[in-house]
């Protein structure tokens, strides 16, 4: 199993739509890059960018690959050159609370979700906010797109889940699920859009039907003996679940079957994963300070006779808590192990700020009881005519 050794945590992971590139979210506020072969998984470093000195959470490449988006610690949103590595834009407040995850919906529009819950719209064009969300209020955990209705769906750590019709003129969801009574850690698209895979922090699985409304799921599978920080699909029916158990399992959907473990990271938490755009390689990131990449090509093809065993139902609760809070940052290196000395500098300055990080270990985020939710804020200003093309 190929692998990439790093001296810093990393937080994202993502694979290029057009290209054999992945790029990596560190502990240090780094953005590094790597080129790969695709028959070996052999990879070599492309760029190195530090768009911030402190946490770089999350990635999302655009839909063609040329830019690539960034969320941080900071309230940090940033743009990036996807070839070079140059920061072409970035927003060091962007929000008033860290960033957890970013998504490119489409050339034009860009989201980004915090840690109190915050949804923000982005132009790319500008890029500037265009319009704010504030119905959850936990953090937001992960994001996917419906584009055949224009919806963006968030998953929360409050329990529930929106979708968004990007259209709409009202900074409100079109949609919102009932409290599932658990976090919502993780989202895949599944049977070619009409369904969804929910990842939980008590380890189950919720099923979700389009078609079936948007508050409730219909279909529910135990086992995971802990949360499913991370969700992505293989294929049609069968995902690949990243525990805080550090195993990788593969699952079939409706019939729901446990196919096997494809990769451990020991015992540390998974925290993304990423499936390449040819459905051969899955990276896998955890505490462990490396990249792991899994050769996923040809290995359930035959999946009709495969045997149903059973997970168990154990469940142990887990959260999406920040990991880094526990991390030393006197400990920190400016590279990995497959760098050369003569780290590059950035590809574009930046203001960096202040040149401390005040990560301190906290108590770990915990959901509130219901009738506790937090007042969301102000909402911006919109622009109405942005969404009139899309």
């Known amino acids: 199993m190929p692998e990439i050794k790093l001296r810093n945590q990393p937080f994202d992971v993502a694979f290029s739509p057009s290209a054999n590139v992945l790029c990596a979210a560190l502990l240090t506020g780094e953005i590094k890059a790597w080129n790969y072969d695709d028959s070996t998984g052999k990879t070599s470093k492309a760029w190195s960018v530090r768009p911030t000195k402190r946490t770089a959470r999350a990635l999302h490449f655009s839909g063609d690959g040329t830019e690539l988006w960034m969320g941080g610690k900071s309230g940090i949103v940033a743009q990036i050159d996807a070839e070079t590595g140059a920061v072409k834009w970035h927003d060091d407040v962007a929000h008033e609370s860290p960033v957890n995850r970013v ?96 990842g939980t922090g008590l380890g189950v699985l919720s099923i979700w039907d389009r078609g079936k409304g948007w508050g ?22 069968i995902v690949a679940t990243g525990s805080e158990d550090g195993m990788v399992r593969v699952i079939q959907i409706q019939p729901n079957t446990f196919l096997g473990v494809i990769a451990t990271h020991d015992e540390y938490p998974i925290e993304r994963l ?69 780290e590059s500098a950035p590809a574009a300055p930046v203001d960096w700020g202040s040149d401390s990080d005040d990560d301190m270990p906290q108590q770990p985020k915990r959901k509130q009881r219901k009738g506790q939710h937090k007042v969301g804020k102000d909402r911006v200003h919109e622009d109405a005519g942005f969404f009139d093309d899309l």
């Open 216 to 237: 409730d799921s219909v279909d529910r599978m135990l086992g995971h003996p802990a949360s499913v920080d991370a969700v992505v699909a293989l294929s049609e029916d």
């Open 103 to 198: 998504f490119s919906i489409n050339p034009q529009l860009i989201a980004s979700g915090d840690d109190e819950g915050v949804i923000k719209f982005w132009d790319a064009r500008k890029p500037s906010p265009i319009r704010q969300y504030t119905q959850h209020w936990d953090y937001i955990s992960d994001f996917t797109y419906f584009d055949d209705k224009r919806l963006l769906v968030s998953t929360s750590g409050d329990g529930h889940l929106s979708a968004i019709d990007i259209r709409r003129s009202k900074a409100e969801p079109l949609h919102q699920s009932a409290d599932q009574e658990d976090e919502l850690l993780s989202i895949t698209q599944i049977k070619g859009g009409d369904k969804f895979v929910v």
């Open 274 to 342: 990423a499936l390449d755009r040819s459905s051969k390689w899955l990276a896998s990131v955890s505490h462990d300070e490396c990249i792991k990449l899994t050769d996923c090509e040809g290995m359930f093809e035959d999946d009709s006779d495969a045997e149903d065993v059973e997970m168990g139902d154990d469940t142990d609760e887990g959260g999406a808590g920040d990991a880094e809070e526990t991390m030393d940052q006197d400990q920190h290196q400016d590279s990995d192990d497959n760098d050369d000395d003569d």
